[in-house]
């Protein structure tokens, strides 16, 4: 076999992976590879306003979206206030259930957390006197994306948003 016709033969398999180099290297210029899409806010959060003579604690509730590929984690929160804020997750017991503090919540890839009266949400410890209809600001922290800066709307206990 000549080198002419040995081209001929690898010609083809050899421009294939030249052009998927060339393309995945383009990809990876513009961002598309190697880099999360931060996550993002679906709307403002709401917290439920404590109870008068019950426990010094409340509950914020979020919904954060993944809209990228690569899956994220809440790690923490604070608030303008600075008391103490816990990540926790409710566990089902067939009937029952209990409360368990989580050093983390995942945000699946292209899905989102839900934070919820019944599943996880962030539990402040001693808030300061709040009033309902009021707004708090919150920043959640991730493993993977930036800070970001949530608002909530203190309600009543029993309501939720609309």
Known sequence: MTILQRLKVVAPTLGAAALALVLLTGWTAVGGAGRPRPVEAAGPGWMLLPTAGAAPATA?????????????????????????????????????????????????????????????????????????????????????SPPLRVSAQVLPPGARPR
């Open 60 to 144: 914020a509730f979020f919904t954060v979206r993944n809209p990228g590929d690569v899956p994220d984690e809440l790690v923490a929160a604070d608030w303008q206030f600075g008391s103490r804020i816990t990540l926790k997750r409710h566990l089902h017991q067939g009937a029952a259930g209990r409360w368990e503090p989580t050093p983390a919540l995942p945000v699946p890839p292209g899905g989102e957390l839900v934070l919820t009266p019944e599943d996880a949400d962030l539990m402040i410890a001693d808030p300061p006197p709040l009033t309902a209809g009021q707004w708090v600001e919150f920043t959640l922290t991730f493993r993977h």
